[in-house]
């Protein structure tokens, strides 16, 4: 049935109604989701943001630990403590300042500590922990980790710190730990990316320096989830990563621990070698420091005392100290008078007490002269006029290089800072040096080992040990890595003829044991252990013509700064050499009533693998030798007495 038009015309209308309405109501509901659309993603972007971020993954590098440097025997000379501390992270603690702030009243924080902290948050990226304090005691640690949810960015961790247990016995050649510095990087062509750690540790100076690479290990990884303010909520996982190999030297800690004492107060140094295989057993350089002090941050006073203490106590003096050899330098000469064939053993010289050259007089050490003196009489007494009369045969390029034969004015391959070269003097090296002609009195002063001839304590000993045994023996500090022994290959000769050699070492032997020697007040009493040596005493004044006619001014009345060096060489046993060593004491005066006795109670404790007995000392200086031997105060690392140190 058809509908009527008014009806259709009504109906029409009450659709269109009806769509209008519905349109106008989807229209709003549109106009409501875009608005608050736009609330929420523009207005309130950030907190969103926030929230989303609630809890977000973090990934830190874990510090490596640091191998261990243990003595030949394993005994710990460097380690690894636990170290509480805290670090913040500016992108989670937000206000850094006002972080630690509220941390100082947990802490003991300056405006100063606070302010390099700022600094240091600011020059690293935003996600990179700083540390805060170190070595923090187990209450105030605590107390962080109680108080974190109002120390945002805040995280208190457990790590490790370098120690030094034997603190100043191994100071200067071990060396000791800082933190990473612009130069120190500078240096790096391809820097470890632990190395941008803030305030990671490496080696400043000697063996933790020169093994760094092998010491630091390599870096591991965690991930860890943290919340919107910036807490630790927990660890997801984590790569080890490999720690740094342990390293073991050569060195015996109870020997150095002795001849650490031994020095004492003295401006001095000492060098103890097998020569054997160039193990060296001691290399001690006095006075010390404690390492540990630059490790934990070295006060200004602490530093300053250091620095402006006139016996030196930050250098070096085994390997860095450049010395007059003195006397000890006539083997040298000897040598290569005897391979030049200007000389035999026996042939002989005339002291009167100088010799005249040209318009220059130049005196022995003994005022009225040795008479005719020959080879052996000459070292045993040490007469200077001798060396004076056959260096100018032989010539000062001949003495030089048989000088580098025996290891002087070379740099030795070790492990440790600033190694000195020495110097032996050529007519070349005058020329380019000086822009001067090389003359004979540069000839005769250098026979004597004064002039322009310079040598270190290490040297010194490499000498001794290479006349001792003819051979070319070369010093070494590391024995092995991670167990793996260090190849060392068997010495070979240094090509001086064996009856020139037994020559020298007869008069080296008459040193300490012949009656007149200027030795013999450091003989060893044991026949097994007899020694083999010679003194050397290197001015470090001139001596006027009007102080020679009046009488030279004896050491014990000049000031300290102006007193001779006192130099000794030795080895032992004379028939069947183990061990040389080598001694400077800076301003002691004479080397044979100083250094003489240091060297013979060096080998001594290396031949007896004890504290010596007073039976290896002639009969009329045991009382004496007693009461040095219980004054040195051997101690163990915890500090107690240990039996070995009782005589």
Same mark, same amino acid.
């Given at each position: 049935m ?30 409501v ?9 523009? &207005?309130?972007a950030?907190?969103?943001? +926030? ?27 460097a ?29 003991? +924080? ?9 600094? &240091? ?7 990179v ?24 960015? @805040? ?6 710190s ?13 060396g ?23 305030k ?24 860890? &989830? ?22 073991? +030297? ?24 097998? @020569? ?43 390997v ?21 064939g ?16 040209g ?8 005022h ?46 070790l ?149 001779d ?29 100083v250094?003489?006795?240091? @060297?013979?109670d ?10 010596p ?13 007693e ?5 040195l ?15």
């Amino acid at each position: 049935m058809r509908r009527a038009p008014r009806d259709t015309e009504a109906s029409g209308r009450r659709f269109t109604r009806r769509a209008l309405f519905m349109g106008g109501c989807m229209t709003a509901m549109v106009a409501v989701l875009g608005a608050r659309m736009r609330y929420l993603g523009v &207005e309130q972007a950030d907190q969103f943001r +926030l929230l989303a971020e609630e809890n977000r993954i973090n990934i830190r590098l874990i510090p490596p630990e640091r191998g261990l440097i243990q003595d030949r025997n394993g005994k710990l000379i460097a380690g690894n403590e636990q170290n509480y501390r805290v670090v913040i992270t500016r992108e989670d603690a937000g206000d850094v300042g006002l972080i630690l702030n509220r941390l100082s009243h947990i802490i003991p +924080l300056t405006a100063e500590d606070m302010a390099d902290i700022l600094k &240091e948050t600011k020059r690293n990226s935003p996600f990179v922990p700083i540390p805060v304090a170190e070595r923090l005691n187990w209450e105030d640690f605590s107390e962080i980790a109680v108080n974190a949810p109002a120390l945002p960015g @805040v995280s208190p961790e457990v790590g490790l710190s370098r120690v030094y247990p034997r603190d100043q016995d191994f100071a200067h050649v071990v060396g000791y730990v800082g933190p990473v510095s612009e130069r120190d990087l500078a240096g790096i062509e391809n820097p470890d990316p632990v190395l941008t750690i803030p305030k990671f540790q490496i080696g400043k100076i000697g063996v933790e320096k020169f093994l760094e690479d092998i010491l630091r290990g390599h870096a591991g990884t965690k991930r860890i &989830e943290v919340n919107a303010v910036g807490r630790v909520m927990r660890e997801l996982d984590r790569e080890e990563g490999q720690p740094g190999a342990d390293v073991r +030297l050569t060195l015996d800690a109870d020997i150095q621990n002795f001849l650490q004492a031994r020095l004492g107060a003295e401006s001095a140094a000492c060098v103890l070698m097998d @020569v054997q295989n160039g193990d060296i057993l001691s290399i001690v350089s006095a006075p010390s420091f404690d390492p540990n002090l630059f490790v934990r941050g070295i006060s200004q006073a602490d530093y300053s005392g250091l620095m402006n203490h006139d016996h030196r106590p930050l250098a070096d003096k085994t390997v860095q100290g450049a010395y007059p050899p003195g006397s000890t330098f006539k083997m040298v000469t000897a040598l290569a008078a005897l391979e030049a064939g200007v000389i035999t053993p026996e042939s002989t010289v005339y002291c009167p007490g100088y010799l005249e050259f040209g318009s220059r007089r130049f005196h022995c050490w003994k005022h009225g002269g040795h008479g005719k003196v020959d080879l052996e009489r000459s070292l045993m007494e040490s007469c200077d006029v001798f060396y004076y009369e056959v260096a100018q045969k032989v010539g000062i390029d001949k003495i030089a290089e048989m000088g580098r034969r025996l290891g002087m004015g070379i740099r030795h391959d070790l492990p440790m800072s600033a190694i000195a070269e020495g110097n032996m003097p050529t007519k070349e090296w005058k020329l380019e040096r000086h822009k001067a002609e090389w003359r004979i009195g540069d000839t005769i002063n250098s026979s004597i080992g004064q002039g322009y001839v310079l040598a270190s304590p290490l040297q010194l000993t490499v000498m001794a040990a290479r006349v001792a045994t003819g051979l070319a023996i070369k010093p070494r500090l590391v024995k092995s890595v991670n167990g793996v022994e260090v190849e060392i290959s068997p010495p070979e000769s240094i090509g001086l003829d064996p009856g020139r050699l037994r020559a020298v070492q007869r008069g080296m032997f008459a040193v300490v044991n012949g009656k007149a020697g200027t030795g013999r007040g450091s003989r060893i009493a044991d026949d097994t252990m007899l020694m083999c040596g010679k003194s050397g005493t290197a001015q470090v004044r001139n001596i006027s013509t009007a102080e020679r006619a009046s009488g030279v001014v004896s050491n014990d009345q000049l000031p300290w700064r102006r007193r001779d060096h006192a130099l000794f060489v030795g080895y032992a046993p004379y028939d069947n050499p183990r061990y040389a060593a080598a001694v400077v004491v800076e301003h002691g005066g004479g080397g044979s009533a100083v250094a003489g006795p240091i @060297v013979r109670d060096a080998l001594l404790r290396a031949l007896y693998g004890d504290i010596p007995p007073l039976t290896a000392y002639p009969a009329d200086q045991r009382g004496r030798m007693e009461s040095l031997l219980k004054d040195l105060h051997l101690r163990r690392p915890d500090g107690t007495m240990p039996e070995s140190s009782k005589v």
